[in-house]
């Protein structure tokens, strides 16, 4: 994992270049459903030349009034789940997929601090949905130590590793 900005971004570049070959082979296209990073993910994905080959959009939904419009998530299940949950990065990929139309989104929701966490549900959990084609969203999550700048460069990191894994089983 990364442990200085040329470590992240080296790593950022060596996965994203695997990513790019992927889906233009496939000729398909991503998008991503972002809360706890911000769009960093998004903004890895744009930062590599020629990446509007097999980038289309993210979507930025760090309220829950932006993940109920933008991804069309239930209201209930925010309240229900919480913002930071399983259920929550599902639909999140899920909408962003439905929205986009694209075959292959990945969704972050979590906790990068420093503050924040609570019980059950510490800084730097966050929880990962990945779709691919249509198949349901696959999810998990993480729990990655550090700082906030920490937790969402491995946030990144591990969701563009998900999404290759994704693409390699399948």
Request: aromatic fraction near 8%; proline fraction near 3%; include cysteine.
């Amino acid at each position: 994992m990364a442990n200085t900005v040329d470590d992240f971004e080296a790593n950022v570049t060596v996965l994203l270049k695997q990513l790019a070959d992927r889906l233009t082979a496939r000729q398909w296209r991503m998008a991503t459903a972002e809360s706890c990073t911000g769009g960093w993910i998004a903004k890895c994905c744009t930062d590599l030349p020629g990446s509007s080959a097999w980038f289309d959009r993210g979507h930025i939904v760090y309220s829950y009034s932006a993940k109920e419009d933008l991804l069309g998530i239930a209201h209930d299940d925010l309240v229900k789940y919480g913002a930071v949950s399983e259920e929550i990065a599902s639909q999140m990929a899920e909408g962003a997929r439905q929205r986009s139309g694209v075959p292959v989104t990945v969704a972050a929701t979590g906790i990068a601090g420093p503050g924040g966490g609570m019980e059950g549900k510490p800084v730097g959990l966050v929880y990962f949905g990945w779709c691919i084609e249509d198949e349901p969203a696959v999810c998990e999550s993480r729990i990655f130590s550090g700082d906030r700048n920490q937790v969402r460069q491995k946030t990144v990191l591990h969701a563009l590793e998900g999404i290759l894994k994704r693409l390699d089983d399948g």
